[in-house]
T-cell receptor, first 113, second 112 residues
Framework: AQSVTQPDIHITVSEGASLELRCNYS??????LFWYVQSPGQGLQLLLK??????LVQGIKGFEAEFKRSQSSFNLRKPSVHWSDAAEYFC???????????FGGGTRLMVKP | NAGVTQTPKFRVLKTGQSMTLLCAQD?????MYWYRQDPGMGLRLIHY???????AKGEVPDGYNVSRLKKQNFLLGLESAAPSQTSVYFC???????????FGDGTRLSIL
């Protein structure tokens, strides 16, 4: 069965600092991977996705993620964090059948002024 | 373009009561999903549907039922609510396999 692990439950960074959120997955075939962001009281918004091809994918709001098959990882990065990036971030893998997503437990990002 | 709309947004129930959550999408999507979100556990799939008239169990289906009588609507029912079902419920839909799912804003359900 597929699974997704986000090792960091909470992360605090200073505004303007760089950010990396970790995601590790377990899946037998080539995964389809996603990062979603959730602001308080809101639904999930797609940041970026990886299906195939270039392993470095660009998303909205200045985010990018790199797929590393050898490490089973899909880490999310941003070079300079803004206060508005404070939210909860979820990594997810698609099982390629029925389009079902398995989510990680989420990482809550706090941004210090 | 409304996307995915969930009603109600909030509800408080007493143990043993029943209720139905409605999810409506206006994107003509084939696939629809119900998730529950609990702290530290991400989103877990309750039930899903791959088309009108079809439903299937997800990861945590016990205590819930669903129906997809119309393509645009996916209903989640709790026949006898329990405190363990206190959660935030999200509906999602997608048109084609391997495309990102579109999420509603959630329903916050508390069961006393």
């Amino acid at each position: 069965a597929q699974s997704v692990t986000q090792p960091d439950i909470h992360i605090t960074v200073s505004e303007g600092a760089s950010l990396e959120l970790r995601c590790n997955y377990s899946y037998g075939a080539t995964p389809y991977l996603f990062w979603y962001v959730q602001s308080p009281g809101q639904g999930l918004q797609l940041l970026l996705k990886y299906f195939s091809g270039d392993t470095l994918v660009q998303g909205i709001k200045g985010f990018e993620a790199e797929f590393k098959r050898s490490q089973s990882s899909f880490n999310l990065r941003k070079p300079s964090v803004h206060w508005s990036d404070a939210a909860e971030y979820f990594c997810a893998v698609n099982n390629n059948a029925g389009n079902m997503l398995t989510f990680g437990g989420g990482t809550r990002l706090m941004v210090k002024p | 373009n409304a996307g995915v709309t969930q009603t109600p947004k909030f509800r408080v129930l007493k143990t043993g009561q029943s209720m139905t959550l409605l999810c409506a999408q206006d994107m003509n999507h084939e696939y629809m999903y119900w998730y529950r979100q609990d702290p530290g556990m991400g989103l877990r799939l309750i039930h899903y549907s791959v088309g009108e008239g079809t439903t299937a169990k997800g990861e945590v289906p016990d205590g819930y039922n669903v129906s997809r009588l119309k393509k645009q609507n996916f209903l989640l029912g709790l026949e006898s609510a329990a405190p363990s079902q206190t959660s935030v419920y999200f509906c999602a839909s997608v048109g084609n396999l391997n495309q990102p799912q579109h999420f509603g804003d959630g329903t916050r359900l508390s069961i006393l």
